[in-house]
C-alpha cells in the first residue's frame, strides 16, 4: 500500500483514524462546522482537518505530480527548458 499513499492525500477521520483519500474523487470540501467532503459517489466523510488544510493538501498533492511530468514528459520538458541550454547534450553528440 506505500505507492497508494503516494498518489493520494491523507486526512484524519473524527475518530482520529487515519483516512487515505483520492483527492481527484473530491466534489466538494465544505466547512459547517467540521469539514464534510463529499465524493462523486456521493458518499460524505468527515474529517479533523479544515477545509483550508484539506485544499493545501490537494493543491500539494496536485503540484509534486505536475513537477514530477516535468521532468519525465518530453512535451513539458520542451515547454519548460532548462535555464542552461548547454548543459543539455545534443542528440547524435557522444
Request: charged content about 20%.
Amino acid at each position: 500500500m506505500p505507492n497508494r499513499v503516494l498518489t493520494m492525500i491523507q486526512l484524519t477521520r473524527l475518530n482520529n483514524q487515519p483516512l487515505v483519500v483520492n483527492s481527484d474523487l473530491i466534489k466538494f470540501v465544505e466547512h459547517a462546522p467540521d469539514t464534510v467532503l463529499t465524493l462523486v459517489t456521493g458518499e460524505k466523510v468527515v474529517v479533523r482537518e479544515t477545509s483550508d488544510e484539506v485544499l493545501q493538501k490537494i493543491t500539494s498533492f496536485r503540484r509534486s505530480i505536475l513537477t514530477g511530468l516535468v521532468g519525465e514528459s518530453p512535451l513539458l520538458a520542451a515547454a519548460n527548458p532548462p535555464a542552461c541550454p548547454a548543459a543539455v547534450p545534443e542528440a547524435g553528440r557522444d
